[in-house]
């Protein structure tokens, strides 16, 4: 591996990203998911300005009423816009998703880093660790700690953070140990380079791509984690809006009968929402795979 | 193999002890004691606290606590539910025929799809066929249980009220088996959905990385009818890793339909866990998690030890083992 010492060289250096990013646009249904992330990232950020409800805005007298110019996602059954609170609970899910997984890169490649290049004891210690963590029914484990913490959206993130580095930090140890006796690592300390320079200049960049593919997924398996949780009623809690919670009422027969758009609606835009980041993955797998 | 199974059961005994020492852990994490409900309510009088307390060997030794609830745990003892005062294993006991009624059955119905699919699939890899199964399971992987279980009770239940929204069997009425069937119809078709996607997808690349082997070439060069080279040479070898696969599914019988039950209103695991976790009746949450936990090593256990079993390329001396 080439590796960019001058600027004449920094090109050839990035050739082979450029060519992982030709063959991600050749991912038809990975491009097209990509854009409709960005559309829902854009709409989740801008939603108080773009939405065209107050998201706790009761109207009694609208309640569970069809889609309509007015309220084009209908209303539910506190006669609140639909369109709004989905809106809004799409900077939830998409805030939970976010943010669980950036920590949990951070988590999952110190750990990962540290037992896979230095070996022998941290090494078995950090994986045994990894390996109780990993043993614990992820569902359970996650609902039993945000009901001991109460449920809010910022001790979610806490715990899906505490619980969800450990696939990660397995995965780039695998990468690292397969990395670290090669001749480019070899010579990097032959020259006397620091062991954090190794890691993160030369053994890092190569080793990354199957973490980011797997941190892809689990932006999907959060979001889904997440809506569950509030969908149970054990995670986000009405007023404020989220992807699950917006189905919790939807459970009642009235509800079923007469208006099946308000669990429609916000379980079909997890579904999407889940299925785009599904697709990413799989592009990303195919950009970085072939060699 | 005996001396491996017996190495890799000794393996695991450190792994149950830091699962044992994380559970405790957690539930020493919980604000206020496991009695603060009860503590804290000024209208009990500070002799029945302190009895209390000690009656639960609050007042010993962290460690103490610790030794007793693992010594509780080896025995079966699983603690005792705060709010029905019974202990939790009578009550995981209860539950969970339930819930394996409903895993059990939507594992093998997803495999006898899968399996089929997934072979044809690798059979005819890139063909029309193919990117259409793909794209069933992109869609079975992403949907989420509840809504699709939501969605088909509002299709199936509630407007063309073919079958019953939720339970196992109908109120009032005898046992029989064509309700009992009616019943498990959504709840089964809903968890399959997204098990069939992911077994489909494990199936077919098992096959596809048997189905470019030398043997595989040999076999046709030799002249073997197409149909057994594909079953004697080629499943046979792709069931190898499968059979890891199986292993690691053993948690989820247990632990797996948390959600469905809740949607199908289906007295189970899942459920009891989920009321455990609204009326913060912690025993029940801890008991659960720790068995679960317990189920993933065992799993795992029978994973190495069937992948060591079927496959005599394995070096059981070099193997390395892990919890």
């Known amino acids: ?291 | 193999m005996a001396l491996y199974t017996l190495r890799r059961l000794l393996n695991a005994i450190p792994i149950l002890i830091g699962i044992t020492i994380i559970s405790f852990a957690i539930i020493h994490m919980a604000p206020g004691s496991p009695l603060s409900q009860f503590t804290e309510d000024p209208t009990i009088k500070q002799v029945d606290k302190d009895n209390m307390i000690k009656a639960y060997g609050l007042d010993k030794p962290l460690y103490v606590q610790y030794w007793d609830w693992v010594s509780g745990l080896v025995r079966g003892d699983l603690g005792v539910s705060l709010l029905k005062n019974q202990p939790v294993a009578d009550l995981i006991l209860e539950r969970l025929p339930n819930t394996l009624l409903l895993t059990v059955t939507s594992f093998l119905l997803s495999l006898l799809i899968a399996i089929p699919l997934g072979i044809l699939c690798a059979v005819r890899a890139h063909s029309r066929l193919d990117q259409i199964v793909s794209g069933f399971t992109f869609v079975g992987i992403s949907i989420p249980g509840f809504w699709l279980g939501l969605m088909l009770i509002i299709l199936f239940a509630v407007k063309l009220g073919w079958l019953p929204s939720g339970g196992l069997q109908t109120v009032n009425a005898d046992f029989s088996l064509i309700d009992r069937i009616k019943h498990l119809t959504l709840p089964v078709l809903t968890m399959a959905a997204g098990e069939v996607a992911i077994w489909i997808r494990y199936v077919r690349s098992s096959m596809l990385e048997v189905i470019n082997q030398d043997y595989m070439r040999t076999a046709k060069a030799k002249g073997l009818p197409g149909n057994s080279i594909l079953f004697r040479h080629g499943f046979r070898n792709a069931l190898i890793p499968l059979a890891t696969l199986f292993g690691l599914a053993l948690p989820g019988f247990f632990a797996g339909a948390a959600i469905l039950e809740q949607v199908y209103s289906i007295p189970g695991m899942g459920r009891l866990f989920i009321e455990g976790a609204f009326q913060r009746d912690y025993p029940v949450l801890f008991a659960i998690v720790t068995v679960g936990a317990f189920l993933t090593v065992l799993g795992s256990i029978l994973a190495d030890v069937a992948y060591a079993a079927l496959d005599p390329r394995v070096n059981l001396s070099k193997q390395e083992v892990r919890g």
């Open chain 1, 1 to 291: 591996m080439n590796v960019a010492v001058s600027p004449n060289n920094n090109t050839v250096a990035r050739k082979p990203k450029n060519r992982a990013w030709e063959r991600f646009k050749a991912n038809r249904m990975a491009f097209i998911s990509m854009f409709i992330l960005i559309g829902l990232v854009l709409v989740a950020v801008l939603a108080p300005w773009i939405a065209p409800h107050d998201p706790a805005e009761q109207d009694l007298l609208n309640k569970l009423k069809p889609p309509s110019a007015d309220h084009w996602f209908g209303t539910d059954d506190l006669g609140r816009d639909l369109l709004t609170r989905v809106m809004y609970g799409a900077r939830v899910s998409l805030a939970v998703a976010i943010f669980s997984v950036i920590f949990n890169l951070l988590i999952g490649i110190t750990v990962g880093s540290l037992a896979g290049y230095y070996g022998g004891k941290t090494d078995s210690i950090l994986m045994r660790f990894v390996d109780i963590m990993l043993a614990f029914p992820q569902f359970f484990l996650l609902i039993t700690v945000v009901t001991l913490l109460r449920p809010n959206l910022f001790n979610i993130i806490v715990v899906f953070v505490l619980f969800g580095w450990m696939g990660k930090s397995r995965l780039l140890r695998g990468q690292i140990l397969s990395l670290k006796n090669r001749e480019f690592v070899d010579a990097a300390r032959t020259i006397g380079m620091s062991d954090f320079r190794i890691i993160f200049r030369h053994i890092l960049p190569n080793a990354i791509a199957p973490v980011i593919i797997s941190a892809t997924l689990q932006m999907g398996s959060m979001i889904l984690t997440e809506s569950s949780l509030s969908f149970l009623g054990l995670g986000i809690q009405p007023p404020q809006a989220s992807w699950g919670n917006l189905l919790q009422s939807a459970q009642s027969l009235t509800i079923m009968t007469k208006a099946p758009w308000v669990p429609f609606i916000p379980g079909f835009m997890i579904f999407l929402t889940i299925m785009c980041f599904n697709f990413i993955g799989d592009g990303l797998r195919n950009a970085f795979d072939s060699k």
